[in-house]
């Protein structure tokens, strides 16, 4: 009686994983993504890009910003604002400028470690590499493509390796092709703050004089200071 109760039972055990394999089309690649494979993703991006411009949309805590940003190997970055309306941050790579024209205010910094790890740190190759040794990355819930803003996107957790200057925790949604289409991040004082892209174009030959900045006349300079973004 027991071999003729087994016998069965073990065939069924033995038959369930060859007729789930049968239903798997053998026609079909089955590709498993990896964070490595994301990681090295926006790296050839960035590697591929000579500058880019693209419209931003910028929150930080309850303050909300608007405009356009433009970027060009090594470094230079250019953010003109349509709210708050004439403000600027531009950087030449060696020198950040925020221009906070109501205020009469020009914040002069040199480019240090405070300022890359901001949130725009994602907009230069050199602040991703830097974000690559400060964070280890993961999937933020599933390593499937999902759909973000009109496309498909994956979502990316950072976590701070060691607590410093900038933000703890951080996310990304990263195109197909490497694009960061936005991060987000929280500060060490729970600030949230996002940065989102679009309408973004690469590689349209950006004149170096753009991320020249000439302080106005009826600004007060303050220097090295660390802005908070």
């Not at 065939?11 to 789930?20: C, D, G, N, R, W």
């Not at 030449?92 to 040199?110: D, R, W």
């Not at 690559?132 to 759909?147: A, I, K, M, P, R």
Request: no cysteine; net charge negative; charged share 20%.
């Amino acid at each position: 009686m027991k071999i003729r109760f087994l016998y069965p039972l073990l065939f069924v055990l033995l038959a369930t994983p060859l007729a789930a394999q049968e239903e798997i089309d053998p026609d079909i690649d089955i590709y498993i993504v990896s964070i490595n494979d994301i990681k090295a993703l926006m790296t050839e991006m960035f590697n591929s890009i000579e500058d880019y411009t693209a419209e931003f949309n910028w929150l930080n805590g309850d303050v909300h910003y608007l405009g356009t940003i433009k970027y060009k190997k090594p470094d230079k970055i250019l953010l003109e604002f349509d709210e708050p309306e004439e403000q600027k941050i531009v950087s030449n790579g060696k020198v950040l400028y925020i221009y906070i024209p109501y205020l009469k205010v020009v914040a002069q910094q040199s480019l240090s470690e405070a300022t890359e790890s901001s949130i725009l740190s994602t907009a230069s190759e050199s602040g991703l590499s830097k974000l690559f040794d400060e964070y280890s990355f993961s999937f933020y819930d599933t390593s499937s493509l999902q759909s973000f803003g009109g496309t498909s996107a994956y979502h990316l957790k950072l976590n701070q390796k060691r607590p410093k200057v900038g933000f703890k925790q951080m996310d990304f949604w990263v195109s197909e092709k490497g694009l960061i289409l936005q991060s987000n991040g929280i500060s060490q004082n729970e600030v949230r703050v996002s940065l989102t892209f679009s309408d973004i174009q690469l590689n349209v030959e950006l004149p170096d004089y753009i991320f020249d900045f000439e302080v106005p006349a009826d600004a007060q300079i303050i220097r090295n200071i660390i802005v908070p973004f």
